[in-house]
């Protein structure tokens, strides 16, 4: 089962009260941040799946209607799992990338001279 929303919360709650660290300003920034970059990193993967959709899509369609070998192996299962595996795949690389890129924009280096 697990733990009702409602005890969770008075739990969770009652650890920040007794808790004896207290977080500084900069681990707020950094938690903001983050947060930014997976939005960022959402919106990019999202935009990349659509596209990859499409740009699978339209080929496997008339790949199944033109070339005789996919018209007789590719049924509608095979041809949506060749369409969401290149859109799911494209959405994830797209993420990763972002959220990276993100990540190295937004970290700060102590350089020695």
Request: hydrophobic share 45%; charged share 20%.
């Amino acid at each position: 089962m697990g733990i009702p929303s409602e005890a969770r919360d008075i739990w969770a709650n009652a650890r920040r009260k007794n808790s004896v660290v207290i977080p500084s300003p900069a681990e707020d920034h950094k938690v903001s941040t983050a947060k930014e970059c997976v939005q960022e990193g959402v919106r990019a993967g999202l935009k990349a799946a659509a596209i990859a959709c499409v740009a699978s899509a339209v080929p496997t369609l008339v790949a199944v209607r033109t070339i005789p070998w996919a018209k007789a192996n590719l049924n509608y299962t095979g041809q949506a799992l060749v369409i969401s595996g290149v859109s799911i795949a494209a959405y994830f690389i797209t993420v990763d990338k972002t959220i990276l890129e993100c990540a190295r924009r937004n970290a700060h280096y102590n350089k020695r001279a």
